[in-house]
């Protein structure tokens, strides 16, 4: 019987649809698991097609093409190790997410995964079948588990699978980043080991769909709960880990324990690795965005350059007669930082035209927030036009306590395509800048040192619409106004835990008011990173339509 078992562990970022891609990637890490002598290659959950697909599995002749491009890599890859990889199966016209080890030239063993999460961004009683709870499966002589992601995350599955022969358990995963998510994966893996005495390997894929970015951070515990290797977080790795048989069973050989970041470089990074790919994957090479000399949009520039490079990002100063001097000279600071190319386009001329266009329809009306929307429309129409012509893909720039409470014009300062900073608070965003002007890492494309000066941080924040205008005059200050929606929107809560907290309760009935009736105007929105649980789009559905309010 061997004393040694080598698995090549694969934690690479798939792209959804890539069905040929996702192949090639999967070969290749077959073929350097051949070259390590390694037993058996394994790539994450629903690998071959990428994930979430979301309704796309459900689509017959997508689910077929996926199916026989597994069958085709068994072919492929027949001589040498196993490989374990995820992928939808049909049986008996049933749809599972399911884990097939191909051996032989043929798909030798199937895992179906039982559990189906059907929470936050996860759909799966929609999209699959629930599978049975089967045994381990053979490689040479070791006998292995798989419980598919969350399946790892219930003690039923791994108890059958200990109780039925299994000597180590290998759990591939697409787990979506949110922040601390590894603590929370790291204790569920801990009560796994403990639960079962076994070995566990916690394999995850790695790169940006959609709002989602999965992390990495592939990881080993021996029994006791002993973290015996860590893989990256967010960078790509095909690792090679072995397992020893010693008298009380199979335990992981120590390997490399690579350092976790703090969740201020984690989210960070999240925002650039998500950008990066979702421009990738999509097809476009160049970003613009609108740069107003605030503190937001300053960082969405940080993150593009970081994410793109500084040759392909171009920003935008669109000012009017209320644009402050301090708002033009930090503008032009940041983009000169960044070593962008920058543009400085009025929009006086425009203006004009429109408010003569409407000057018979609208005589005799007072000015309000009609005329202070034609600016942020007509910037929204400008830099549109940029993005046609020039083939960039608009960015949109407003931070979830922006997001929350509908503080953006729609068809104006929300026109784009991608918003790295829709999961992150406005107190946040200063936070992030300064951590941005501290810490450098080289992941990151653009230059080290502050890139956006303390006057952008340190200024009142302002849409700058009307003459004087500051953000605390429509809005509860930052501090507070986040304090809130941490409340109602993160954890749930109701007016009376506002008040519990402090806070006053007229300011968090308006304030829920404004999370209500701005449904709509996030029903449109550019996706955007999901840094929490939290996260607007999929973690939180609610109707646009609504007219219940908390009494509280």
């Keep these: 019987m061997a004393d040694r078992f080598r698995i090549t562990l694969a934690q690479l970022n798939p792209t ?8 090639a990637m999967a070969a290749e890490a077959w073929r350097q698991a051949h070259e390590a002598n390694a037993d058996l290659v394994a790539l994450p959950e629903m690998f071959i097609t990428g994930y979430n697909t979301q309704d796309l599995v459900m689509k017959p002749v997508f689910h077929r093409a996926a199916m026989n491009a597994v069958e085709k890599l068994a072919q492929d890859c027949a001589d040498g190790p196993a490989m374990a990889i995820g992928a939808p199966w049909v049986e008996e016209d049933k749809l599972f997410n399911a884990y097939l080890i191909l051996k032989g030239g043929r798909i030798a063993s199937k895992v179906l995964k039982h559990h189906l999460p059907n929470e936050t961004v996860f759909d799966e009683v929609r999209l699959y079948d629930s599978g049975p709870m089967g045994g381990p499966y053979a490689v040479g002589n070791t006998r292995i588990g798989s419980p598919i992601c969350e399946d790892g995350w219930h003690e039923d599955v791994s108890e059958t699978l200990e109780e039925t022969g299994a000597e180590f358990l290998l759990i591939p995963n697409g787990s979506p980043y949110f922040r601390n998510k590894y603590d929370v994966r790291l204790n569920q893996m801990v009560a796994r080991v403990v639960e079962t005495g076994l070995p566990v390997i916690y394999l995850n894929m790695v790169g940006g769909q959609d709002d989602q970015v999965f992390d ?66 999509t097809g476009f090479k160049r970003a613009l965005l609108g740069l107003s000399g605030g503190v937001d949009s300053a960082l969405v520039a940080a993150i593009a350059v970081d994410a793109i490079g500084a040759d392909n990002v171009r920003c935008v100063m669109l000012p009017s007669e209320f644009t402050s001097q301090a708002s033009l000279e930090d503008a032009e600071a940041v983009a000169k930082a960044l070593g962008v190319h920058y543009d400085f386009v009025p929009i006086t ?18 000015e309000d927030l009609t005329e202070e929307n034609i600016q942020s429309r007509l910037r929204g129409l400008l830099l549109m036009a940029i993005s046609n012509k020039f083939g960039e893909m608009l960015l949109t720039t407003g931070n979830k306590s922006e997001v929350a409470v509908g503080y953006a014009t729609i068809y104006g300062d ?106 709509y105007k996030r029903f449109q929105s550019a996706p955007g990173t999901r840094l929490t649980p939290r996260a607007f789009w999929l973690d939180r559905r609610y109707p646009i339509v609504n007219r219940w309010r908390d009494q509280g």
């Excluded at 001329?349 to 007072?366: D, I």
């Design 216 to 281: 990495g951070a592939t990881f080993g515990l021996n029994p006791g709960g002993e973290l015996a290797f860590r893989m990256p977080v967010f960078d790509e790795a095909i690792t090679h880990i072995d397992l020893a048989r010693q008298d009380a069973g199979w335990r992981i050989v120590p390997a490399e324990i690579v350092p976790q970041p703090d969740e201020w470089e984690q989210d960070y990074r999240a925002m650039v690795q998500s950008l990066r790919d979702y421009m990738d994957k």
């Design 349 to 366: 001329e425009g203006r004009t035209a429109v408010t003569n266009t409407l000057a018979s329809l609208f005589s005799g009306c007072e």
């Design 414 to 519: 929300m026109n784009g395509g991608y918003n790295p900073i829709k999961d992150l608070y406005k107190t946040r965003v200063f936070k992030t800048c300064r951590w941005r002007n501290d810490n450098h890492r080289d992941w990151m494309k653009g230059p080290s040192g502050e890139v956006i000066r303390d006057s952008v941080i340190d200024k009142p924040p302002s849409a700058e619409l009307r003459a004087d205008q500051k953000d605390s005059d429509s809005l509860p200050d930052y501090p507070v106004l986040d304090a809130i929606l941490e409340i109602l929107v993160d954890q749930d809560g109701s007016v009376a835990d506002c008040v519990s907290a402090g806070i006053d309760a007229a300011d968090a009935k308006r304030v829920e008011h404004l999370i209500y009736i701005s449904e």
């Design 16 to 23: 959804v649809g890539d069905i040929n891609g996702n192949a």
